[in-house]
């Protein structure tokens, strides 16, 4: 158990649907980064956030939105969601910037 | 041309045997993350690594900055190291460029 949560585990919705999914990171973390996986695009890093404050931006589409909580917890918002959304989305939390992340569970998103 | 590049995509090997999966890089880093993960989907970060070596068990990570290069070695591989192993990449803006992966099966 890395000690970083992530909520739900699994959501299927339809397409045009707007979803949000949650990440609460490892006690003492004021980073958290987001991920997804996709079977043709692999790993991509979507954004970070620290301390409330976002830091660093991937390759995270208009339609999708974050933001991290006073209490540290992060949610990944995905509207307008089409069929090529469907992913593992990961979140990861870290002390600081250059140091080891631990990853949650992630969300497995189908959209249908 | 990927930023990062794995090698091989795949392995498999025989229980016991000594493994190694390659990964070169292409731009400027600032650390580099080996991540094992298992086909429930879940990723565990096996070392960050931002020169020279480090151990943990039966896994041993090496990095060597001026080649732009980095090896993770499993000795006495075992069944349970099946797994998706996956090199990632630190730039200067905290933004992680991953590798497409090296599925490894070890049967017994």
């Known amino acids: 158990d890395s000690g970083v949560t992530q909520t739900p585990k699994h959501l299927i919705t339809a397409t045009g649907q707007r979803v949000t999914l949650r990440c609460s990171p490892r006690?003492?973390?004021?980073?958290v980064y987001w991920y997804q996986q996709s079977l043709d695009q692999g790993l991509q890093f979507l954004i970070q956030y620290y301390n409330g404050e976002e830091r660093a931006k991937g390759n995270i589409l208009e339609r999708f939105s974050a933001q991290q909580f006073p209490d540290l917890h992060s949610e990944l918002n995905l509207s307008s969601l089409e069929l090529g959304d469907s992913a593992l989305y990961f979140c990861?939390?870290?002390?600081?910037?250059?140091?080891?992340?631990?990853f949650g569970q992630g969300t497995r998103l189908t959209v249908v | 041309k990927n930023e990062v590049e794995q090698s091989p995509q795949n392995l498999t090997a025989q229980e016991g045997e000594f493994i190694t999966i390659n990964c070169s890089y292409s731009?400027?880093?600032?650390?580099l993350h080996w991540l094992q993960q298992h086909p429930g989907g879940g990723i565990v970060s096996l070392f960050m690594?931002?020169?020279g070596k480090k151990k943990h068990g039966r896994l041993i990570a090496t990095i060597n900055i001026q080649e732009k290069h980095s090896s993770l070695h499993i000795t006495a591989s075992h069944p349970r190291d099946s797994a998706v192993y996956i090199c990632?990449?630190?730039?200067?803006?905290?933004?992680?460029?991953f590798g497409t992966g090296t599925r490894l099966q070890v049967f017994p």
């Open positions: 006690s003492g973390d004021l980073s």
């Open positions: 690594l931002s020169s």
């Open positions: 990632a990449v630190k730039v200067n803006t905290d933004k992680l460029i």
């Open positions: 990861a939390s870290s002390v600081y910037r250059n140091t080891e992340a631990f």
């Open positions: 731009v400027g880093i600032s650390a």
